[in-house]
């Protein structure tokens, strides 16, 4: 394996050409290395699946041990899977198991794999300082720190990106300079490089650490073994009580006020999901270093008062609170930059947007409205403007309502609640500024609209061209999501963009919705499409274009197919006593008749 790129005529190797014949075949553990080495093909190597990795677990310890005691075999299957798939540690440590024939032995080992792993014979210098060669790789010491920060969430646990540049911008390892909608672009560029050196691995909006190599960044961050009291982390194991060590469960009742006393440099305090916690002392303001504040998913209901000596704090999440009242926080936290409400009991108001004014260097706003007269002025105050990032539409009644793609231009969530409107409008007009910036909400990608009344279309979404998740429930009017005419009109006006309705759109979700008859009339929609799930009159005419067969039940007719070429995923609920029949690339879709029965899922 090699970790950076090697001058082959420096080392003698002929380039590989058609005129002799040869190839070159080397391992990495960076995608940098590839590309630096110009390799022509790259093969990805995953981990091995739960079957594959027991298979190669057996044949390392071999037959005899195994056999030896039925328990035995119990506790290799349990040791298998501890190594999640990594071919290193399973050679290593089956190799150190072949030998041992004591059920004791393997007891013992399992104990030790569950506790500290570190400890097992040849677990440092055999796989720990081998994946060590890929962290050394990285480029500095801020993205190494960035690494090893994520040993602090529990094993498996899904991190979202955000959230975990959040803890970097505040912990001081990238600078907290954010871009006009809110974003942290070096956060990002950091994320990439540990995925490409597969120290993490990515999803959409979230990040995991394998848990052999968050054990790597344990043992790094004791300096790799040679001070075990530097850290402490137990995160994610459950604790009932406070350990010798001192670490603690998430079922905090209330926190005494001399436990902050002698804190005065604690950065970051995260409280997140103690759902017992209710308040917290006025001593907290003895945390005069403190940037980072995460209170969400917990029974606060409102602000203490010691809160009003954090004049360094940063970010403060409230999100899923029980949190009413915002009053004084404009004073009192002069430098937020980030403050989340989504989900809690505060809605904004008028007294609301006094106060968040009064919030200088505010970025990120997550919150919720009931008053569309309120949403109108956030979208008026210039402070605000690009700052919301997650609304939340609630309990609203209007004749309309307006959305401005310039003053929500940082929208990434959108939830519509409990909504009585006749329509949606959609203006990109901004004042003073004669280039106009995108007429869309560009970051937009999640739109939840639940229990709407009055429209029978949707074409406004169309103002979403990056939308990913869209899930519609119980709408009685709605007749079709994006109306032609409608959205001819709009491409006429901004045609480069709107070529493709929901050209990365995923997952569809449609429930309980009697009247909706069709999503769109492009035969080219939604090519992106994985998931659906569906209504009683909905033709899935909706997703054809021009190469497919189409019958439908008791008739036989030459359509289009699918458009949505990626789907995987179709549930059917509540559907009517006739529906069509799809064939993709002559995989059989779906062939339902008389049947009314909720929620049948058919997956190929």
Known sequence: MICGAVDLNKIGVPRPTQENGSKIVFTTRSKKVCRDMEADDELKMDCLSTNEAWELFQNVVGEAPLKKDPEILTLAEKISKKCHGLPLALNVIGKAMSCKE?????RHANDVLKSSSREFPGMEENILSVLKFSYDGLEDEKVKSCFLYCSLFPEDYEIKKEELIEYWINEGFINGKRDEDGSNNKGHVIIGSLVRAHLLTESETTVKMHDVLREMALWIGSTSGKEEEKQ???????????PDDINWDNDLKGIPGKFFQFMPSLIVLDLSHNRSLRDLPEEICSLTSLKYLNLSYTRISSLSVGLKGLRKLISLDLEF????????IGASLPNLQVLKLYRSRHYIDARSIEELQLLKHLKILTGNVTDASILESIQGVEGLVRCVQRLRIINMSAKDLTLNTVALGGLRELEIINFKISEIKIDWKCKGKEDLPSPYFKHLFSIVIQDLEGPKELTWLLFAPNL?????????????????????SISNVHPPDMTVPFPKLESLTLRG??????????????PSLKDITHCPKLSLESFQDTSSKKTTVGEQSS?????AV???QLRVSWWSSKITIIIIEKKLLCNLLNNNEKGDTFEW
């Open 102 to 106: 004591d059920v004791h032995e393997w």
């Open 232 to 242: 402490c982390v137990k995160s994610g194991v459950k604790l009932s009580c406070i």
């Open 321 to 328: 609170t029980k949190l009413k009242s915002i009053d004084g």
């Open 468 to 488: 990913k998740h869209l899930e519609v429930l119980r709408s009685p009017s709605l007749e079709e999501i994006i109306n032609k005419e409608k959205g001819m």
């Open 513 to 526: 919705l009697p009247e909706l008859e069709r999503i769109c009339s492009s035969p080219q929609a939604l």
């Open 559 to 563: 359509s289009s197919v699918s458009a």
């Open 566 to 568: 990626q789907l995987r």
